[in-house]
């Protein structure tokens, strides 16, 4: 049963990993893009990491200068039971003292550790943004090339119809204004030529009739 689900698991698994290559294929750009988006998921993870680790850090300096502040408050009260005599007083000095300088030592071991800790988060968040900022960059290099070969893609498809047949598409860009113009103009001769023989007519009357004269 177990080696059953194994199968199955690594059967969706690798159906998953087939689409997306495939959707990688058909739009390189938007998978890119989700790639980014997880990565920078990732880096505003660590970002908090680094935010609590600070705080972590302040939280023990704070806790440790308590300790040390009761640990130095209880020698003082010792020495002054022991002067006053005071024997059980004395006793509890001490064993607070003790304690509390004990405590110090931990809180100043750990401090060390999270002081520790946090530069190397530190260290690791900046090179994450760095790698982020690199590929936000690459990215764009790659739209810009991408955005090249469609346009000369577009270009070649408008130019070259067909390997024989160079900038058919403007030869029939052409012949069609070329068409265009003649029926305009033929239909511009139609209608101004009854004006026009109008024209000539009048003339060549005025003209016979100065003649006559």
Known sequence: MGNLFTRLKDSITADLHDALDQKEQKNPIAMLNQYLRESEKETEKVRKLVERQYRLKDEFTREYQKAQDMAEKR??????ARKANEEAMYEFAVKEQEEYEARAERLKASRADAIEQLE??????EEMKHKLKD???????????????????RMNQVIEDSADKPYSRFAEMDRYIEDLEYKVNSAYYRNTFDSKISHLEKEMKQQDQTNLN
């Open 135 to 153: 590929m936000h960059l690459k990215r764009m290099e790659l739209m810009g090339r991408e955005n090249i070969a469609r346009a000369h893609h």
């Open 120 to 125: 190397t988060l530190e260290r690791k968040y």
């Open 75 to 80: 020698k003082h009260q010792a020495e002054i």
